[in-house]
Structures are given as C-alpha cells and as structure tokens.
C-alpha cells in the first residue's frame, strides 16, 4: 500500500490509476485489524507447517533445520505410525455421521416447518446441546454411557431390549464408535436441523399452493418443490458439517483419547498428539499440510456434485 | 324422546373414539416432534438430577430419576473445594476478551467492507470467511511456538487470541451485512455536521447497530466459551485452566467415577450458555443462519 504511494508517477494516466479513491485507505486501516488477526492465526501458521512440513525440527532426532525432502510425508502415510489408520477411520466417520445428522436433521427441520403450538420452544429446547460446549456433551454421555448406574442402560433394561449390560465407552472399538457417534449426532444435528429449517421457511409459499393446484401428493410435493429449493441450504449445511465431521477432535479426546487401543484415533487427534504430547513438530505439520488439502478436495467436491443442475 | 337421546349418545359414544384416532393419527408430526424435543433434553435433566445426589447415594449405585435426598453440595465442593470457581472465573475473562476483540474488529473490518470504496474487498471478505475453515489442530503446533517466543505459554491472553479464530469470520460476516442494509444517508449527514468518518460510525451507526452487535456478541460469547482445543495446548497449571478443560481433567482424576461430582461442573459450565439461549434465541437462531443460507 505505501510502495503505491511513494511510488514515482511516471506518466499522469498513471498516476490517476494508482490515486487512492476518498476514504480507501479509511477502508484498508478499518479493515487491517481483522486481517491482521486473522492472518496471524492461519496463514502464519499454513506457512509455518508448511516449511516445518519439509524439515528436521525433531528434537528426538536432533532438529537441525535440515530440508528432508518427504520424509515426514512418508511418514503420515506410513502404516506403522498409525496415521494412514487414523485418516481411515475419520474419513469412515466422517461420511457415516454427516449422512446420519443431514438426515436425522431434515427430518427434524421438517416437523419444525410445521404449524403448531408450542414450536418455538420446541426448537430452542432442540438448539441447546448445539450451544452447550463439546466437553459438556462428552461428558454428559460419559455418563449416560457408564455401564453400571448410566441411563443408556437403565432405559435399554426398562424396555427389555437387548445389550443392557454393555461396556459402551474403552471396551471395543464398534461400542465406542457408536457412542461418539450418538454424542456427536446429539450436539450436531440441532445446528442441521437450524440450517435447514431456514432454507424451509425460505421457500415461497405460492409453490406449495401451486403443487396442492396441480393435484401432486405430499412425497411429489417434497420431491418437486421442497427439495430442489432447499438446494443451496443443504449444500451449505453439508459442506459445514461436513468440514466439521473430518476435523473432529474435542470429542475424541474428551470421550475416548484415541482408544481402546488406537482403533478411535482421528487425524486432528494425531496432529494435536504430535504437536503438543510428543513434540513431533515435523510430522504434525506434514499432517496438517494433509489434512488442509483434504478440507479443500472435500469442499471442491461439493462445489462439482452440487452445482446446480441448470 | 329417551329412546332417541340413547340412541344418539351410543351413536356419538360409537364414533367419538374414532375421530380421536384419526386425530391422532393426523397429529403425529406433533408428537413425534414432542418425543424429539424429550430426546434432546432429557440427557441435560439426567446430569442436572445427578449432580443433586450425594456421593453416598451415588456410591449405592440405584438408578434413580430423582434423588432421595437432593442436596448441593457437590456444587460446594467443585467451586469452593476443587477451585472450579477460578476457573470458571478464566473462562469468563477468555469468553469476555475475544467477544469484545471480536465486536471492535469486527464492526471495523464490517463496516470498511460494507461501505467503503476498495479494492481487493471480494478477496478480503474472502479470506475472513475462509479463514473460518482454517482446521483448529493444524494452528495449535505454530501457535505453540508463537506464544512460547512470547512468553504468553500458560496465559489466557494466548487462549482469547486463538479463539478469534471462532467468532471473527461469523462477525465480520454478520457485521457487514447489517451496516450494507443501514440508510448512507445518516452518517453522512453527520460527517456534514463535522463528524469524522470514525466519529459518525461511533454516535450515529453503532446505536442503530446495537441490535446486531448483540447477536454477534451473543454468539461469539458461546463460541469462545466452547474453546478445548486451544485451552489443552496452551494452557498448563491447573489454576489457569478454562471451564471445559478444568471439568474434563477433575472428572477423570480427582472426581473419577463419581459422576454426582463431574455432573455438578457440568451444569455449572453449560448452565450461561443454556440462559444465553433461552434468552436470546431469536438473535442467535437470525444469526447463525443468515449468516450462512443467504
């Protein structure tokens, strides 16, 4: 900005061109503060591990600064140090929970849609455990989820349904998927649900009453009208989420810390751990270089599939 | 006369339990949307009863939906005893912090976007909303280093600093969406009565804005109260710990298996949140989603 403005004029055309406009640089120092901090909380931290990403810091290993060309990568992708696995299992989770939760949260949006006494509440009443901290819904799961005195159980008994005596949380790998998923769907759907009920409440209501002219049923309907224009909605909804979904990691460590064994490890689980419990800096770069190309892959994507059609 | 009253009583008594199911069965979506509405709560009151039985009553372990003997003083314990006030006492300095960073740069950065004649805006909005999608774990190793060189290691300032990550993208967003709807006219009249362009948007903008400012207050508030990621990797003495992380670490040492006391620091932390949005829920529901579908 300053190079412009000390800038020699060469010619006057020029000149005019380069002229900041009345209240430009008003604009640039209004707006500097928010990109300054931001700035320095992401890209700072992009380029760091990217050039951390390439070299030696391990101080197990010396940390000589050194270029070593791949050799973190190599490691991210290496079957022995359980990062491949780890990328695996978020990966699964995140397509498993995100169709879940985009399910269970239309549903829930669309029964919100509806006229009714009451509504309101019901909503905010649904909009909670989204407001609540991840560490609150951890642990109010942990307890529900606690074998012996839990209410997971207790209802399981009560109904006289099967697996009452399960060990949900550390036991196997299936049961505490399962849980985290339940955790995961309890605060996440109700953000869904939020989105998606107002791209609802978007739609005209003259389409409707188009439909009901025409005769068509209540699936044509939800096929015809409440789909196609619930579109951009649900392509939002699903990119958040699904964002979200590969970058989870404040559940994990509060429910399980990766376990039983390494079978809930997620890959932001394993960037935290190298980073901050094994000061693995070179490789917690390599991941997270990996892990913002997958956020990219996933929202270019849902840029090519969700195009709309015409 | 009798004949026919009978006759028509067993006539409405015959067809009346009918048209109740049919009403029923039309009703579903209602109650299915009553049973929703239980399923999301009814966790929130399990922790809030449990947190009201003693550690003698938990120790029996009977499931209980209410305690025999309800009593508080497992909240006793966890603020006074444990020294979970203080760090209650940090999450609401952090959560404070970055809100009001976040109203100041944000209104800023808002109203610069919104109204004033620059280049490069597109790819400025641009990079403030994308950075939002910035994954948290990929900042916490640079940031480490950052704030060690510092010396703001263990700090809440380190803590307040990272969250803008959270509420920055959403308010600026929000921000500059509002002061685009405001009537240009206004501030420049008072730049006309001899206001400065800053001197305008402080007297005559922000109070026509106070009812956004709220909403982005509000939401940045529980954002920032929700941080874990930032709080386990800076933060290191127990005294300096943020709610969520001081609950987590008691309740899986000190407190272990008894859930009375972990529920108790569970209902203290959620308890500003949940009156944060029964209070404010239109504003927060307005701003969370028109920040997003439009």
Redesign the interface.
């Given at each position: 900005m300053s190079a412009v403005d000390v800038a020699p004029a060469t010619a006057p055309r020029a000149r005019r061109a380069l002229r900041w406009?009345?209240?430009?640089r008003?604009?640039?120092a209004?707006?500097s503060?928010?990109?300054i901090?931001?700035?320095?909380?992401?890209?700072?931290?992009?380029l760091?591990?990217l050039w951390?990403s390439f070299h030696d810091v391990d101080p197990l290993t010396g940390g000589t600064g050194q270029f070593v060309g791949l050799s973190n990568y190599r490691a991210v992708f290496s079957s022995q140090t359980g990062l491949l696995a780890a990328l695996m299992h978020t990966l699964i989770y995140m397509v498993v929970s995100v169709t879940v939760e985009m399910a269970l949260g239309l549903g829930?949006a669309?029964?919100?849609n509806?006229p009714?006494r009451g509504?309101?509440l019901?909503?905010?009443?649904?909009?909670?455990?989204w407001?609540?901290?991840?560490?609150?819904s951890?642990?109010?799961?942990?307890?529900?989820f606690?074998p012996?005195?839990g209410?997971v159980n207790?209802m399981l008994s009560m109904l006289h349904l099967p697996g009452s005596h399960t060990v949900w949380i550390g036991a196997t790998a299936s049961a505490t998927w399962a849980s985290i998923l339940v955790a995961d769907a309890?605060q996440s759907t109700?953000?869904v649900a939020?989105?998606l009920?107002?791209?609802l409440q978007?739609i005209p209501r003259e389409l409707y009453e188009a439909a009901r002219v025409d005769g068509a049923s209540a699936w044509q309907t939800f096929r015809g009208v409440t789909l196609p224009n619930l579109r951009?909605?649900l392509m939002?909804?699903l990119v958040?989420r699904t964002?979200q979904a590969f970058?989870i990691?404040?559940i994990i460590?509060?429910l399980t810390q990766g376990g039983p064994g390494t079978s809930t490890q997620t890959i932001?689980?394993m960037?935290?751990y190298?980073?901050?419990v094994s000061d693995n800096?070179g490789v917690?770069?390599a991941?997270?270089?990996v892990?913002?190309i997958v956020?990219l892959l996933i929202?270019g994507v849902y840029r090519v599939l969700l195009r709309p059609s015409t | 006369m009798t004949a026919a009253g009978i006759a028509g009583r067993a006539q409405t008594a015959g067809w009346r339990p009918a048209r109740v199911a049919a009403r029923l069965r039309r009703s579903w979506p209602s109650w299915l949307l009553i049973l929703v509405t239980l399923l999301f709560t009814a966790p929130f009151l399990w922790v809030f009863t449990h947190s009201l039985e003693s550690s003698a009553e938990w120790a029996q372990n009977k499931t209980v939906l209410w305690p025999h003997a309800p009593t508080l003083a497992n909240y006793r314990a966890v603020l006074f005893k444990d020294g979970f006030l203080t760090n209650v006492a940090n999450s609401v300095i952090v959560a404070a912090a970055t809100t009001a960073a976040t109203l100041v740069f944000g209104s800023l950065a808002g109203y610069a976007l919104a109204r004033l004649p620059m280049r490069g805006k597109s790819a400025i909005l641009g990079f403030i909303l994308l950075a939002g999608f910035f994954p948290l774990t990929a900042m916490i190793g640079p940031l480490f280093k950052v704030m060690s060189r510092l010396g703001l290691l263990d700090t809440l300032t380190a803590v307040s600093i990272s969250d803008l990550i959270y509420t920055l993208p959403l308010a600026t967003w929000l921000l500059a969406s509002l002061f685009a709807q405001l009537p240009e006219e206004i501030e420049e009249a008072a730049m006309v009565d001899g206001c400065t362009r800053l001197g305008a948007l402080r007297r005559v903008v922000a109070p026509l804005a106070a009812p956004a400012l709220a909403t982005a207050a509000v939401l940045s508030f529980i954002l920032a109260w929700s941080d874990f990621t930032f709080s386990l990797s800076f933060l290191q003495d127990e005294s300096h710990f943020t709610a969520p992380l001081a609950m987590l670490q008691l309740g899986q040492t000190k407190f272990y298996t008894y859930y009375n006391l972990t529920d108790a620091t569970v209902v203290i932390t959620a308890l500003p949140i949940v009156v944060l949005v029964l209070v404010m829920q239109r504003r927060i529901v307005s701003g969370l989603t028109g920040g997003a579908v439009k």
């Open positions: 406009r009345p209240g430009e008003t604009g640039y209004m707006a503060p928010a990109v901090a931001l700035a320095a909380i992401t890209a700072y931290p992009l760091w591990n951390t829930i669309l029964l919100l509806r009714m509504r309101a019901c909503r905010t009443l649904i909009l909670l455990p407001a609540v901290p991840t560490v609150v951890a642990l109010v799961w942990q307890t529900l606690d012996q005195g209410g207790y309890w109700p953000f939020l989105m009920l107002a791209g978007a951009p909605a939002v909804t958040f964002l970058l990691f404040d460590y509060a932001s689980y960037t935290y190298n980073f901050i800096f917690g770069a991941i997270s270089i892990m913002v956020c929202a | -």
